[in-house]
T-cell receptor, first 112, second 108 residues
Framework: SAVISQKPSRDICQRGTSLTIQCQVD?????MFWYRQQPGQSLTLIAT?????????ESGFVIDKFPISRPNLTFSTLTVSNMSPEDSSIYLC?????????FGPGTRLTVT | GQQLNQSPQSMFIQEGEDVSMNCTSS?????WLWYKQDPGEGPVLLIA?????ELTSNGRLTAQFGITRKDSFLNISASIPSDVGIYFC????????FGTGTSLTVIP
């Protein structure tokens, strides 16, 4: 298994600003994932982040809006840029280990 | 992306009752996973299934990987109040797909 921490756990941000979410894993992993979970909904994959390469974004998500860094095998950041109220969601970091996917506790973002 | 069809969408049961939920897909999967998400937390992996027909237990939880590889079910026996939460299935083929979730409420 993998132990994942995220910072911040929650934040309230103003429209038009940006927030960077950090994800730290207790072991080296090749693949890290960023998900969004809107209230009462399932998880939607934003992008896959591999160390040393550009993140791969899913349909409907773009790098300008959700830039991702992956500087090493235990850390990644997701930035939510130029926020609007529609970006209010839980953002979850995830890693794959031994064919299973493990999740961080999530960052609850509210945009006013 | 693709989402798996999970049912029921929500359940309200009395403490002590058994619970059953399932997940179906139009695609074949190599792995089925079941997660539980408590309010304000990330999903926690409960059970992982790797072979068609596999039946695996984790305490009061039992899950099966359907023989067609297109479905899976999760049973919870003798439910208790802390079983409350949202349960998600997930399947893996060339990527991960998540179910729509089953919200479980246990009435003491």
């Amino acid at each position: 298994s993998a132990v994942i921490s995220q910072k911040p756990s929650r934040d309230i941000c103003q429209r038009g600003t940006s927030l960077t979410i950090q994800c730290q894993v207790d072991s080296q992993v090749t693949m890290m994932f960023w998900y969004r979970q809107q209230p009462g909904q399932s998880l939607t994959l934003i992008a896959t982040a591999n160390q040393g390469s550009e993140a791969t974004y899913e349909s409907g998500f773009v790098i300008d809006k959700f830039p991702i860094s992956r500087p090493n095998l235990t850390f990644s950041t997701l930035t939510v840029s130029n926020m609007s109220p529609e970006d209010s969601s839980i953002y979850l970091c995830s890693v794959e280990a031994n064919g299973e996917q493990y999740f961080g506790p999530g960052t609850r973002l509210t945009v006013t | 992306g693709q989402q798996l069809n999970q049912s029921p969408q929500s359940m309200f049961i009395q403490e002590g009752e058994d619970v059953s939920m399932n997940c179906t897909s139009s695609s074949i999967f190599n792995t089925w996973l079941w997660y539980k998400q408590d309010p304000g937390e990330g999903p926690v992996l409960l059970i992982a299934l790797y072979k068609a027909g596999e039946l695996t237990s984790n305490g009061r939880l039992t899950a099966q990987f359907g023989i067609t590889r297109k479905d899976s079910f999760l049973n919870i026996s003798a439910s208790i109040p802390s079983d409350v939460g949202i349960y998600f299935c997930a399947g893996t083929g060339n990527q991960f797909y998540f179910g729509t979730g089953t919200s479980l409420t246990v009435i003491p």
